[in-house]
């Protein structure tokens, strides 16, 4: 599946008009996986998916997408076919078939740029000449050489130049928020006696790389392990040592020597279908909302398929920066010679195609399949030694090798997650790959509260978290009959959840946070679980960027890269998505608007009762401004009073803590509306943060921000308002504005609309004031006529 297969038919084509046949004979992958399976010596673990996938087995053994087989997130169809298009390609002797290319930042006046040029060749080319074209914004930079006097082994040749370019000529390629995306068109034509090829693709300029540095390099410190051991007869063992303590390696990216904090999400196929993965308006769609919501990297995830031509293209276009798995993903794989021989075909092609992309900024090798093999997983244990062994073949000594053989301006992770260079030294399977000192970590936890940052690891970079919701009930009409969406869960609402224990996970998430009605429908637990997602990711990810300067004396700390699972969805059901499979933004999706601005204000009741306030910038100039406070009781949408605070230096790049105090003791010193106990001050008032630059219109500087110090079931003297909407109009030909009127503070107010090509500009948010205007922008020119609209919010009470 992953591998693009030529053949000469020149023998076989009839000419005129006779019709030619192509016939391709496809064996059931279910039953080629089964026999594998039974035909290899040494049974590969896990043996099957888990029940609750109803999926099929063994396809470990095939190179083909993983999660066809059956996902936590999708069904199993294991597909059949040709997927991709099939061609007559017309030549005379050879075939320009790829481009590599590296930019390096040369010195203070020019780019150098490398390009490596791959021919397949059924003959020995001689006397050819080849020219190089750039596109710049000020000429056409060109070079023509002789090329090419080498011998055709097994059908390919390389080649290549190098071209000096003026920084004058060209514009840096940035990730989305930091600058522009100038791409610039690289011709690459080869002639020969017989023939002349061409082919063009467009490339920007950027250098990329993944920092890894010991943290506290210039000052280590001795310190003192105590290791303790328990032997059968429960005695306890001290042993002490002394040794060179350091805090871990850094982890993250730099793009153009400025650190960059990777903001973003992981991507699965956007089709369960193979040949429907690839429709341009649906993957544009998809990377255009990454993009309107300020995220920069996007991690296209191992289980699934190297993607289109276009995905890659598109991601260029727009500043999105991909983390590329290749495809091995929660699964222990073979490592006989015939699987690593096709392993490096598949390797050495996909690295060719996608190599000159300056979207695509790190391979990894798999997921999660370091962390599985040394956790034992799959009851790997009682073997491990071999299955060490294969993990290194496939891993390092084929595809590692692969990789630095044919990209060498990229760096390779084996994993995901991953300890990066120190699990490297550990022969690279480390004793714990979940470090918080090194590389990435994936974090789930759904037995704790979601909404509590005491859980949350103090990571270097979070790759993936996330929790479950239900899509949109217009998105579950489309699938169910409406019989399966009366009570909840139904039979069929069941089968769609493929997580196990999935639907207890995601009602002790609402319960423990959130008021139910006394005979919840379908629709109320779409809006109910939505809600819970949507906070639970914007407090994870607010509590990871803002620690991304906080260095714990433990080492842990210093996080520089948030990416949520996920953003997409393959079926109506149950997923960790942020835009269901209706192309609908959940609650989620909207909130990542305010999570990942380039500046966002953060304020925490800590554990410790401490209220603290951060400050995060993205910006690359130091900033002055001012933040307040406005503190609510739950009993008036009117505030009961306003902090302000002094003029802020705010620094570039970093996060800053500009506010920790004794919770109770700053709000009694401003307040005492809030109740004299601190159990009514907790559950009486909440918190609204706003940050503006300093100047003369005291501008926003940041999306405003909230501090609930109680869960919304707990809260008092709060009344459900009533909320309405008092105005529509046509704003323009795609745009239609609504004006909302509340009685109240709302809480999550979300409005529904039946159609999916639009997006409103705010979706989900906190009512404070007696009347608030959204606009819904669609795609394509809509009519009032077309505009069905519905308004939900939270309700403490029910009648």
């Not at 949109?472 to 959840?497: C, E």
Request: hydrophobic share 35%.
């Amino acid at each position: 599946m992953f591998v693009r297969y030529t053949f000469s038919v020149e023998e076989f084509l009839k000419y005129q008009e006779q019709e030619n046949v192509l016939e391709v004979i496809i064996k059931s992958p279910i039953r080629m996986a089964n026999y594998f399976f039974n035909d290899y010596s040494n049974k590969i673990p896990p043996f099957c998916v888990p029940k609750e996938y109803n999926g099929e087995c063994h396809v470990n053994y095939l190179r083909k997408m993983q999660s066809s087989f059956g996902w936590d997130w999708g069904p199993a169809f294991p597909s059949v076919g040709v997927w991709k298009s099939v061609r007559i390609v017309m030549f005379q002797d050879n075939l320009l078939e790829d481009i590599k290319t590296e930019t390096i930042a040369a010195n203070t006046s020019h780019w150098l740029l490398k390009t490596d040029i791959y021919i397949q060749c059924f003959e020995s080319i001689s006397n050819a000449k080849f020219k190089l074209a750039l596109n710049t914004k000020k000429s056409i930079i060109s070079i023509e050489q002789n090329c090419c006097n080498d011998i055709c082994v097994k059908n390919e040749m390389h080649t290549g130049v190098e071209l000096y370019v003026p920084k004058t000529d060209i514009n840096t390629w940035w990730p989305n928020g930091y600058g522009e995306q100038p791409l610039y068109n690289l011709s690459i034509e080869l002639e020969t006696k017989n023939d002349i090829q061409s082919k063009t693709i467009s490339i920007g300029f950027r250098t990329a790389e993944l920092i890894q540095e010991q943290i506290d390099k210039n000052d280590p410190k001795l310190g003192t392990r105590i290791s303790i051991k328990c032997n059968n007869y429960n005695k306890i063992e001290y042993t002490f040592f002394i040794f060179i303590y350091f805090l871990g390696l850094s982890f993250y990216f730099k793009i153009n020597g400025v650190p960059i904090f990777a903001k973003g999400t992981n991507y699965i196929p956007a089709n369960i279908f193979p040949e429907n993965m690839n429709d341009e308006n649906v993957i544009n769609n998809l990377l255009t909302a990454a993009k309107q919501v300020h995220m920069n990297t996007i991690r296209v995830w191992g289980g699934g398929v190297y993607e289109s031509d276009i995905f890659y293209k598109i991601c260029d276009q727009l500043g999105i920066m991909v983390w590329q798995d290749m495809m091995f993903a929660c699964n222990m794989y073979p490592a006989n010679q015939q699987f690593l021989e096709t392993v490096e075909i598949e390797i050495k092609q996909q690295i060719r195609r996608l190599q000159y992309h300056p979207s695509i900024i790190l391979w990894a090798g798999n997921n999660e399949n370091e962390a599985a093999l040394r956790g034992n997983w799959y009851g790997t244990r009682n073997n491990y030694s071999m299955f060490a062994s294969d993990y290194i073949a496939l891993y390092v000594n084929t595809i590692k090798k692969i990789v630095i053989e044919e990209d060498k301006t990229r760096h390779f992770l084996v994993s995901s997650p991953t300890n990066g260079l120190k699990s490297e030294e550990e022969n690279y399977i480390a004793e714990n790959p979940y470090s918080a000192l090194y590389g990435d970590v994936h974090y789930y936890n759904y037995e704790v509260n979601s909404w509590s940052s005491i859980f949350f690891p103090w990571t270097r970079f979070a790759s993936e978290y996330g929790l479950q919701s239900l899509p949109a009930y217009q998105t579950l009409q489309k699938a169910f009959d409406i019989n399966d969406l009366i009570t909840f869960p139904s039979p069929a609402l069941i089968h769609r959840q493929h997580q196990p224990l999935g639907y207890g996970f995601m009602l002790y998430q609402i319960e423990i946070n959130l008021p139910v009605p006394p005979n919840p429908t379908v629709s109320d637990y779409v809006h109910l679980s939505q809600i819970v997602q949507a906070r639970a990711m914007r407090i994870q990810t607010e509590w990871y960027r803002k620690h991304r300067n906080t260095l714990l004396k433990d080492g842990r700390g210093l996080t520089m890269g948030a990416l949520y699972w996920q953003l997409n969805d393959v079926w109506q059901a149950p997923t960790w998505s942020s835009i269901d499979y209706d192309q609908r933004w959940k609650m989620l999706h909207y909130s990542a608007s305010d999570f990942f601005s380039p500046i966002i204000i953060v304020p925490e009741l800590e554990i410790s009762n401490n209220l603290t306030i951060y400050v995060v910038s993205d910006s690359l100039v130091d900033l002055e401004v001012i933040f307040n406070v406005e503190i609510y009781s739950w009993k008036s949408d009117i505030p009961l009073t306003t902090y302000i605070s002094d003029t802020i230096l705010l620094k570039n790049n970093s996060a800053q803590l500009i506010l920790n105090e004794n919770y109770f003791n700053w709000l009694n010193a401003i307040t005492e509306k809030c109740g004299q106990s601190k159990d009514q001050q907790i559950r009486s008032c909440f918190l609204h943060t706003k940050l503006y630059y300093n100047n003369i219109n005291m501008t926003e500087a940041s999306p405003s921000n909230y501090m609930f110090p109680s869960t919304f079931n707990k809260i008092i003297g709060y009344e459900t308002p009533n909320i309405s909407v008092s105005r529509i109009w046509q704003e323009k030909k795609n745009q239609i504005n609504v004006k909302l009127e509340s009685t109240g503070i709302g809480l999550f107010v979300w409005l529904n609309v039946t159609q999916t090509d639009g997006n409103f500009n705010e979706n989900g948010f906190v009512m404070l004031n007696k009347t608030k205007t959204v606009k819904y922008m669609s795609n394509k020119d809509i009519s009032l006529k077309q505009f069905n609209l519905e308004i939900e919010y939270l309700r403490t009470k029910f009648i």
